[in-house]
């Protein structure tokens, strides 16, 4: 039995739904554990493009058991619509495939009212950037106590009562605060009657789940969302999402015991892209930051919005790798560096003339700090058709082989292209004999 976590290295959009995707062929459980329809994971197979927002990138695979650990939050309007859309596409999402914690919180309409009220209410210089999907509100009530959980819609007396008070609340902030339309309660306690029926049968115990997997020697895969530095407590606060990214969370987010993980791959682009606003030492205002968005299809893929882009920062990737205890890397999208006369790569930063090899907590330093960068030469040929390590052309064996060396992990994984059969699977974290 092995236990694998997949996290984001950068700030988020590195690629987690492909490596994962990969990965799950060797796995029993897939399992998401933070975050909400705020994340995007893309999958290409066979041609065909898959996006999931909630259920976890593994769900492709008939014979896994996918999980919803109670650390993600759910809205399910969108989780019934992508199981509905899978479903149209010959791919049944039934409850012997899926699972949602019953303590997983919910994300409710006022969320989302709040959230997008709240954000429209702020400066430009003060705006975070979130997707205006509830995410904040509803952490803000999971933390607060009064939050609603899955579990919830399994007694009607409690959901009302719950469902009553907070919109009482919700609807003075909406109105008198931020001068928004209220919410109608009937209107709420009908839609979630009609989601109600449909969810209840996928909710159970997921800790108990898992542990039961554990102890029968299963290999379990855990499926992080955003990436590291959109931490809430290790991030670039306050542009960061309102969960713990990072590694360790696997375990809070799906009631997992620590001791039982045995390794952490960190999913790094072979450049660096963030969407929305916040500090980007090495974002490029030049004619290679639009390459790089061009070849790379660089947009969002849950909000749409065009990816900022910019050289690889060793810097973050070292600050994940500590933060994360990575065992290993996927390299992605190594194929959209090709054609580069050169490639940079930040080694540290510049602080008002200190040399800075971590990224600043001040919110204010990080985004005055000035990368310093090493050059390395880069390659003509098309990499996409490369299946076997020694195949690729030397100069990208040396970018790999420096970034390796200067934030401290191996590379595990390289994705060469979108689809699932343009990966080149160097080490595999399930074998704990090649990971130890």
């Known amino acids: 039995m092995s236990s694998v976590v997949v996290v984001g290295t950068q700030w988020g959009d590195e690629g987690k739904g492909k490596i994962v995707d990969l990965l799950t062929r060797y796995a029993d459980f897939v399992v998401r554990f933070q975050g909400g329809n705020n994340a995007g994971h893309t999958l290409v197979v066979e041609g065909k493009k898959f996006v999931f927002h909630i259920i976890p990138s593994g769900i492709l ?65 003060q705006k975070i950037g979130t997707t205006g999907r509830g995410i904040g ?49 009937e209107n709420i306690y009908r839609k979630f009657q009609d989601f109600a029926e449909k969810l209840t049968p996928y909710f159970g115990n997921v800790s108990v789940e898992l542990d039961t997997a554990r102890k029968n020697n299963q290999n379990i ?25 990072i590694a360790g969370n696997a375990c809070n987010g799906a009631g997992f015991g620590p001791a039982y993980i045995d390794s952490v791959v960190g999913i790094m682009k072979a450049y660096t892209t963030r969407v929305g606003a916040g500090p980007f030492p090495t974002e490029l205002f030049d004619e290679t930051g639009n390459e790089l968005q061009d070849k790379g299809h660089e947009f969002g893929a849950t909000t749409g919005r065009r990816r900022r882009c910019g050289w690889l920062d060793g810097v973050v990737v ?43 907590s001040n919110i204010r330093d990080a985004a005055v700090v000035t990368p310093v960068y090493e050059s390395l030469e880069g390659w003509k040929e098309d990499i996409e058709h490369v299946r076997e ?48």
């Open 61 to 125: 695979y008939e014979d896994k058991m996918c999980m919803i650990g109670n650390g993600v939050i759910v809205d399910p309007g969108v989780l019934i619509e992508e199981i509905d859309n899978l479903q149209q596409q010959g791919l049944p999402v039934t409850p012997s495939r899926l699972m949602i914690s019953e303590t997983a919180h919910l994300i409710m309409p006022y969320h989302a009212s709040l959230d997008q009220a709240k954000e429209a209410a702020l400066s430009d210089s």
């Open 137 to 185: 509100p509803c952490y803000i009530d999971k933390v607060g106590r009064v939050g609603i959980k899955a579990g919830d819609l399994n007694d009607d007396a409690l959901f009302k009562e719950k469902l009553k008070a907070a919109i009482d609340e919700k609807n003075f902030l909406l109105t008198k605060k931020y001068n928004a339309a209220p919410l109608d309660y």
């Open 221 to 245: 895969l855990f499926e992080g969302a955003q990436g590291t530095h959109l931490d809430i407590d290790h991030g670039t606060y306050p542009f960061v999402t309102s969960s713990n990214t």
């Open 318 to 360: 070292s600050d994940a790798t500590r933060l994360n205890g990575l065992t290993g890397l996927a390299v992605t999208k190594l194929d959209v560096l090709s054609g580069q006369k050169s490639i940079k790569v930040a080694t540290s930063y510049d602080l008002k003339g200190k040399k800075v090899t971590a990224m600043p």
């Open 389 to 436: 390590y020694d195949q690729l052309p030397t100069q990208a064996k040396d970018y790999i082989k420096r970034v390796e060396d200067l934030v401290g992990a191996p590379t595990n994984i390289i994705s060469v292209g979108p689809d699932r059969e343009e990966t080149l699977l160097l080490t595999n974290p399930f074998d704990k004999q090649l990971t130890s």
